[in-house]
């Protein structure tokens, strides 16, 4: 059984950069064919896709996020983590990392959720 587990600062300074960590157990994060993806639901509002890194080849990421977010897969450790850079209080958030048998940065394509995690970026 697949279980996900986010990790990470829950309170960031403006300007700086968030970090996040999502550990994967019960399975491998390059089983062929999975993507791994990041999304986040700020306060009072609906989730968005923040990027996906597959099982192999080029990470896909939300175009109005591409020039601050970074994805990165550790298959070493079977995790993957998400940097962005230069957060604003707008940033604040629950983030989440899930698994999808699709590249689609729909939320309906993604069966495998953490529990998610807040991170709120105040000084």
């Known amino acids: 059984q697949v279980h996900l587990q986010e990790s990470g600062p829950g309170l960031v300074a403006p300007s700086q950069t968030l970090s996040l960590t999502c550990t994967v157990s019960?399975?491998?994060?390059?089983?062929?064919?999975?993507?791994w993806g990041w999304f986040r639901q700020p306060p009072g509002k609906g989730l968005e896709w923040m990027g996906a890194?597959?099982?192999?080849?080029?990470?896909y990421y939300n175009p109005s996020l591409e020039s601050r977010t970074s994805i990165v897969r550790d298959t070493s450790k079977n995790q993957f983590t998400l940097q962005l850079n230069s957060v604003t209080p707008e940033d604040t958030a629950v983030y989440f990392c899930?698994?999808?048998?699709?590249?689609?940065?729909?939320?309906?394509?993604?069966?495998?959720w953490g529990r998610g995690t807040q991170v709120t970026v105040s000084s």
């Open positions: 899930a698994r999808s048998a699709d590249a689609s940065g729909s939320y309906t394509a993604y069966d495998i």
């Open positions: 890194v597959p099982f192999a080849g080029m990470i």
């Open positions: 019960g399975g491998s994060i390059t089983t062929n064919w999975y993507y």
